[in-house]
Each structure stands twice: as C-alpha cells, then as structure tokens.
C-alpha cells in the first residue's frame, strides 16, 4: 500500500472518530429518556400509579438527575394487554428513542417487553411483573427485575400453610403466567411438605365472575384455600369469599397482593387474611420510615408494595448508572454494579441474584384494620431457582 494511500485510510478513520465522539458523548451526558409501560387503565391502574409515583420519588430525591443526567419520562399505557404489547414497546424504543425500559405489571407484558429488550439490547427494569420467565429462559445482560418472582411469595406461602398443619388445599387464580407460576410455587413447597393441593381453579384474566368457582370450593371442602388475585380483582374475589360465607368455614390465604393497596376497599372482608409478601405494613426498617413520610407527602397516599418497586427500580438505575458515569452503552460494567450492589430498599436492603432478580426476604402478613401487619419472617433471603437462565 502506498504512503498516500495509508494517508488517506488514516484521515477518513479520524473523521469518522470526530462525527462519531459527540453522539457517544451526548449519549452519557444529555438527558435520559425513561420509558414508563405501565397500566394506567383497568384492574391494574391502581399498581401502574404507585409504580410511577414511587419512581418519581426516589429521582425527586437525587434532584431529578441519576448520574448527573437529567431523567425526561415518556408515558405508554399498556392496558395490562399482552397483545398490544410488542407494539408499545417498539414506539417507545423506535419512536421515542427511550433509553432505559421501565415496566409493567402483567406478566405476559413483561414477557413481551423481556423479548424486544433482549433483541434490542435495551435496558429493561421490571419493577413488578413476576413471570418466572424474565430472569429464568429470557434472562439477560440488560434486563433486571426490582419485585419479585412468581414463585417466591407461593413457595413461602406452600411452606407457610402446611406448618399451620393444612392438608388438602384448592388453590384459585386467573389462567395467565402470574397465576399458573404463583400456584406452581405454592404448590412445589407445600407438597413437599406432605400437604395435596386437591383442586386447581382458574378463570380468564381479568374476569371477576367467582360465583361458580366459590360454589365448587364450597362443595369440595378443603382446608383451606391458596389464591393470586391483585389490584380491581382481589378487592372483588375478597369481598365475594366473605359474601359467599366461605371466610368462616374454609380459611383463605394468598399471595399479598390479594390486600396490598386494596385495603380501603375491601374494609372488613379482609380482616384477619394471611399473605406472603416482600414488603409489610409495619416494618421496623430505617428506610422504611423515611420513605413513608415522603411517599404520603407527596402524594397524599400511603405507599403500598407496588410504591417501593417502582423506587427500588430507580435506585437500581442510580446504582448501574453511577458505576458506568452515565454511560448506558457500557452494559458489562452496569451489570457488575448491580451484581455487588446491597438496594437500600424500604421492604428491608436485598440483593441481586445471577439471573437479576431479588433475593430477599418474604414476610407473613396478617390483615389488622388498614394494615398488612408484619407476623414474621416467612422465608429469609429467598432466592428464585433462576431454572433456565443462560446469561
Ligand atoms: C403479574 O402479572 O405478574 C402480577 C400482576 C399483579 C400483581 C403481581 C403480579
């Protein structure tokens, strides 16, 4: 090759440096676009608000800035709908040009969401859909969820119930991942334990018609009966129980998001319930304090499950962003920080598992008045099993 020739290679690969340097720059030093998907319509719009609220917080606190940068959100609800949800998310990525993915509540959204972040390379935060999946088969460099797992809340309870001495248990939930996944886990733990779930129950999501299906509990007569419902529909199946006189006779039990933020609504129906859950009402964790006070005084409102994973999801962005200085690109190195990172969570400080789901604690709640009270520490540090992740 010639001396000129080798000139020119040279010139046009530092012109190509110089056009390229300001874009990668402006990307770790402009703004950040968050992409809030969440439902703000149907049975989950209560969850989706307290996700954002608790989000907003956290990044009100650090001055609207993580890592120097200024956070700019962009607003898509998701209907909670699993067939909408390709579509939303590839506007957010392709129209908005998000650079960080923040959601949502349903399961089979989430699944959807996991899909295009993986092909994408976009960061994702989950700060609530459960679906095993997500850190299981779908697990990646990019996405992190700041909840939970299906499994863990039921396989606590599946230990919980057959302690209490329970042995033949129905079990009832919508027919989607959240529900098929929550049983699955409450059922791995309590058969284990010598106890038989006698019957597995199930209606479309997000129907609210139980009558049939409480008749069937009433004729089978179990021990007692294990159940997922959240948000609009918990508030109906715990009102419905008490109505069908079931509450009495056949005790009922769930994952806690049967009676967290639906306490108002549901009044004494729920009193005395028992539930697994990451979070409780009166937990006596610093964190805990503070973030309550400042939760009601901005928002009126006391802060419930959903509250503190939408600000555990920014503080893990804070997290990532502060150890790569604001540079999203740099994927290994946020993935590091969140792998060694203690979150400081109002639910109690939690880890971050291989596959980028919480280790934490799983507390057993009772219902007293309008409040989740804590009963004990149900399953300390549980860690999803992560089945089928290859990171
Ligand atoms: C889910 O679909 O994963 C889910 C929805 C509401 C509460 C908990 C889990």
Redesign the pocket.
């Known amino acids: 090759m010639s001396n000129a020739f080798k000139k020119i290679i040279l010139q046009s690969t530092l012109l190509a440096a110089a056009v390229l340097l300001p874009a990668v720059h402006a990307q770790s030093t402009g703004k950040i676009k968050v992409g809030l998907m969440l439902p703000y319509t149907g049975t ?1 719009a209560s ?1 989706g608000n307290a996700i954002e609220n608790g989000f907003r917080l956290y990044v009100n606190e650090q001055g609207g800035k993580l890592a120097g940068r200024e956070i700019e959100y962009v607003k898509v609800d998701d209907e909670s709908d699993p067939s909408k949800a390709t579509d939303n998310v590839n506007k957010l990525i392709k129209r908005d040009a998000v650079d960080v993915l923040v959601g949502s ?4 959204v ?1 699944m959807a969401m996991a899909k295009v972040a993986k092909e994408t390379g976009t960061l994702l935060i989950v700060p ?4 095993d999946a997500v850190t299981g088969p779908m697990c990646a460099q990019n996405i992190f969820r700041s909840s939970f797992s ?1 499994w863990q809340p039921g396989y606590a309870m599946g230990e919980v119930m057959a302690k209490k001495g329970h042995k033949n248990v129905v079990t009832i939930t919508w027919k ?3 529900g098929d996944e929550s049983v699955r886990g409450f059922k791995e733990a309590f058969e284990k334990s010598g106890g038989k779930v006698v019957k597995e129950l199930s209606l479309p999501f997000p129907n609210v018609e139980f009558q049939a299906l409480l008749t069937e509990i009433a004729t089978t007569k179990p021990d007692a009966v294990y159940t ?1 419902f ?2 609009g529909g918990a508030v109906k199946f715990v009102k419905d129980y008490a109505a069908a006189g079931l509450k009495k006779s056949i005790p009922l039990y769930g ?1 806690g ?1 049967l009676t967290d933020g639906t306490l108002e609504a549901q009044g004494a129906d729920a009193e005395g319930l028992f539930t697994t859950l990451h979070y409780a009402d009166s937990l006596s964790v610093a964190k805990d304090k503070t973030f309550r006070l400042s939760y009601a005084k901005a928002f009126k409102l006391q802060p419930d499950v959903y509250a503190v994973q939408g600000y555990d999801a920014a503080q893990m962005l804070s997290v990532g962003l502060n150890a790569v200085k604001g540079d999203l690109n740099n994927k290994a190195e946020f993935a590091a920080a969140l792998g060694k990172a203690k979150i400081d969570s109002p639910r109690g400080a939690f880890t971050i598992s291989k596959s980028h789901n919480p280790v934490q604690d799983i507390y057993l709640r009772q219902v007293v008045g309008k409040e989740n009270k804590l009963v004990g520490v149900a399953s300390k540090s549980l860690t999803d099993p992560g089945r089928g992740c290859r990171m």
């Open positions: 989950f969850l509540v349903h399961s089979g989430a609530n859909a459960g679906a299906n989607y991942a959240a997922f959240a948000g994952a998001f």
